[in-house]
């Protein structure tokens, strides 16, 4: 028999039909086994009469999270039991048959709850499991349809989207790089991207003008709280543009994104305020400022655009190096000052961000599109000669190849998500997260492999503490 989807159970009321999920939940009453059913779709109520005699001997011996095929006949509730609000509240399967697809063991945790309060390390042990918990299938599948908003969006405007590779060179984008080594060229190294920045804009150099992707990066970083080794990013880049004009486009995505997934949700203020770096730390200290009226309520979203970021800062060691991107241009107005080198400290960068509810979720830059001044940008960071050609003569030459002005963002898709599903970490709105030390305990991960794999690598391992 065809499987019928539990919520759309009530459109075979007094029919029989075949159901397939999961037993949330098993009462036994002695005569009568009432159970709760579970598929992708929702739950619903059934239960063993005392004469299905074979349903019975079976229901008394399954247990909650075993997959089961069940056929039975879909009955309204007398009155006295309708539970008006509740999907499938008006009725109940009176279970026929029930046959047994996959045993479960006890699992190590609830997943009835939201699960908060169970040790985080045990539920990412059991990740397949605690995915089932209804707040996690909610963040998982909203996820799936903010991806799909944005993907539209993104085409509607006449962008494409373009994957980049993973396998790649190390870039500067500021934290240390997962390495790969390369088998076939022994003692040589991959680097995982830590953004698409350069590929974006040699992609603009290639013609594609409105670029995006959803991409994973990579970073491997002292990990602090809310940070995952790898995480995914919504970045896009266009041709022929201003700061406005990717400002506007963007700030058009979130606003028309938060309408139409999440319209119990109220920004504050449009068009979003614009905040410069300077008034930003004087007046809240931060450059992510928390613009909310109300911060005790979970529907308000404060966005603002924080702008004119200093370019440079300097390092412990006294030396000049850029605040967010080597690739982001001056501001017009002061090129004329790092081409000069004159007051490195107060030229801008044309760099932006976008900050919601006090968190960062994105920043981007027009960029550097001509040789000379990107070549001067790392020239005032102290870069030899020799160390510009070797690490971005690539860039360069496709610089001087006929690139268009251009500029871009990338927004933090997992904080984007944990803001609107109303999450405290990302690692509630990513399905297989790691730990904060960067472990994927599931598949215990990172692990050491053979001396097989080694050998062809031509690695050895050193152990100072063996
Ligand atoms: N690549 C930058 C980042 O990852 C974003 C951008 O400027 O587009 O922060």
Redesign the pocket.
Known sequence: MERIYIKDLSEHIDKEVTIKGWIDVRRDQGKMIFFDFRDMSGKMQGVVLPNATEALAVGEKVRPEWVVEVKGKVNKRPDNAVQKDKLNGEIELEILEITVLNEAQTPAFDIEGDGKEINEEVRLRDRYIDLRRERMQKNIRNRHEITHFVRDFYKKEGFAEIETPNLTKATP?GARDYVVPSRLEQGKFYALP????QY?QLLMTAGFEKYFQFAR?FRDEDTRGDRQPEFT?I???MSFVEQEDVIAINEKMLIELVKTLYPEKQIQETPFPRITYKEAMEKYGSDRPDLRKDKNNPDELAFCWVIDFPMFEKTDSGEWTFT??P??SPQPAHILNLMNGEKIEDILAS?YDIVLNGSEI????IRSHKPEILTKVFETMGYATEKIKENFGHILKAFSSGTPPHG???FGFDRLVMLLQNEPNIREVIAFAKTGEGKDLMMDAPAEVGQKQLDELGIKILKDNK
């Open positions: 984008e830590q953004s698409p920045q974006k990066c990013q970045d896009m880049e967010h991107n690739f982001s760099q994105g920043g981007g830059s871009g963002i990338a």
